[in-house]
C-alpha cells in the first residue's frame, strides 16, 4: 500500500476536527462547538423529512428546481445562477476544484475557516495566508498579497471564529481591485445573524468576479443534513456544475431545506433569541473581565490572558457539562469560541466562567 502515493499536497491536509458533543462521565451536557441553532431544525423541516421517507426508494432531481426557486423567491435573486451542494463545504471544493490547481495560490485570512485551507491543498493549489488587523479581515493586506498565480480569495462575512463583519464598500473595493484572473468567494455561513446584509449577493449582481456561499447549517439549524448553496454570474456557475454530482443532494436535504426556508416566523424566533442573548453573554463576559469583540454571528469569540488560561477555563467549562471549541488551530489559543445557546445555557457558561474567574485571580 504505502507504494502508491496520493497527489502532492493531500498529505499536508490536517485533519479537519469538529466540535466535541459529548463528555466522559458528565450528564446534562450542552454542546456549544459548533455554532448549532440551539432550537433545533424548524418543525416544518421535520415534518418534511418525515414525509420524505415515503419516497426514498426514488432518486433525488439533478437540478435542485424546487429548491432553487425557493431560494430565489426568498433571496430576490435569478435561479438559473445558484447551484446547491452537499453543505457550503461542497461548493468550496467545487471552487477550488474548479478553479485552482498545481502551481495556483488560494488565499485565506490568518483566522479564516480551515475548509479553505484544506480544500485548497486537496486540489493540489498553494494556500496563502494572510494577516487579519484585530481579528478582522484587512483587504489591504490581502491586495498585497496577490500575485499574477491568485486564483480564489476566500472570506467569510460575518467571519468564523472571530464573529467580526466589515462593511460592503470594503468588499466591494477588494471586489474591483482583484487580479483579473481571480475569483473572491464571499461565504455567508452567517449572513442572517447580521441584520440587514445580503450575503454579498447584490454584490453579485454587479460583479461578475465574486461568488456567494450560503449555508442551511447554522440559522436553519439543519447541518446534519448538509445543504449549502452558491450565488454566481452564469459562467462560474456553469463551470461548477461540471464537476458537481448529478445526486449530490439527497431528496430528504431538499425537501427539508425547502421547509426550512418557507419557516419565516421560526428563524425570526430563533433570530431574535440569538441577538438577545448574545448582547447577555457579550456584557457578562465583558464584566468577568474576558475580551469579546462584538460578535456578528451565533457565537462569541471569549479571550482569555492566555493559551494557558484558555484551556484550563475550557477544562472547567468541561467538568460543567458545557463543550465550547478551542481554536488554537485558527492562531488563537487564548480563546474559546462559544455558540450562542439558549438563556438556560447561556446562564450556566456565565456561571461556570465567573467560578473559573475567581480561582484564577
Ligand atoms: C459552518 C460554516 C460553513 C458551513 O458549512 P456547511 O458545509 O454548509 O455546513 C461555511 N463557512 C463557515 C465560515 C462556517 O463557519
Partial sequence: MARMKPQPGIMDIALYVGGASHIEGVSDVVKLSSNENPFGPSPAAIAAVERSARNLHRYPSTDHASLRNAIADAHGLDVARIICGVGSDEIITFLCQAYAGPGDEVIHTQHGFAMYRISALAAGATPVEVAEHNRTVDVDA?????????????????ANPTGTFIALDKVERLAEALPEQCLLVLDGA???????????????EKHDNIVMTRTFSKLY???????????????????????????????????????????????EKCLSENARMRLWLTEALRELGVGVDDSHANFVLARFGSAADADACEAHLKT???????VGGYKLPEALR???????????????????KAVVV
Fill in 142 to 158: 490581502i491586495l498585497a498579497a496577490c500575485t499574477d498565480q491568485t486564483r480564489l480569495v476566500f472570506i467569510a462575512n460575518p
Fill in 190 to 204: 452567517y449572513a442572517e445573524f447580521e441584520p440587514g446584509y445580503d450575503g454579498g449577493a447584490g454584490l453579485v
Fill in 221 to 267: 439549524g439543519l447541518g446534519g443534513l448538509r445543504v449549502g448553496w452558491g450565488y454566481a454570474c452564469q459562467d462560474v456557475i456553469d463551470v461548477l456544475n461540471r464537476v458537481r454530482g448529478p445526486f449530490n443532494l439527497s431528496s430528504t436535504a431538499l425537501d427539508a431545506a425547502e421547509a426550512a426556508l418557507g419557516d419565516r416566523s421560526y428563524t
Fill in 320 to 326: 460543567q457539562g458545557l463543550i465550547v471549541r478551542r
Fill in 338 to 356: 462559544i455558540t450562542v445557546g439558549d438563556e438556560s445555557a447561556c446562564r450556566r457558561v456565565v456561571h461556570a466562567i465567573s467560578q473559573f
